[in-house]
């Protein structure tokens, strides 16, 4: 079993900035990948960043330029660096692989972005 463990969000105004973490513990050894979900209120939890080890990261439109994923397989953590932060940022962040089947979801971090 592979648990996931976010942290490091809250409440912020418009502009400022959060730096998520993502914790991986469980039966996995490393990780190679794993990306940043969120789940805005009355919205489909949706991908908006990417990363696979030695690779490029992928990040969706809406936080391009303003959010960097980063991941340390040794670690077996997995950041969001979260800059120019907007309302519309609100939303329950997970962490999760990127594709195919997820590991079970963790209880996210809530994001909370005011204007």
């Known amino acids: 079993q592979v648990h996931l463990v976010e942290s490091g969000g809250g409440l912020v105004q418009a502009g400022g900035s959060l730096r998520l973490s993502c914790a991986a513990s469980?039966?996995?050894?490393?990780?190679?990948?794993l990306g940043w979900y969120r789940q805005a209120p009355g919205k489909q939890r949706e991908l908006i960043a990417s990363?696979?080890?030695?690779?490029?990261?992928n990040y969706a439109d809406s936080v391009k330029g303003r959010f960097t994923i980063s991941i340390d397989n040794a670690k077996k953590m997995l950041y969001l660096q979260m800059n120019s932060l907007k309302p519309e940022d609100t939303a329950v962040y997970y962490c999760?692989?990127?594709?195919?089947?997820?590991?079970?979801w963790g209880q996210g971090t809530q994001v909370t972005v005011s204007s």
């Open positions: 999760n692989l990127p594709r195919g089947v997820p590991y079970t």
């Open positions: 990363i696979i080890s030695g690779g490029m990261p």
């Open positions: 469980g039966s996995i050894f490393r990780i190679n990948t």
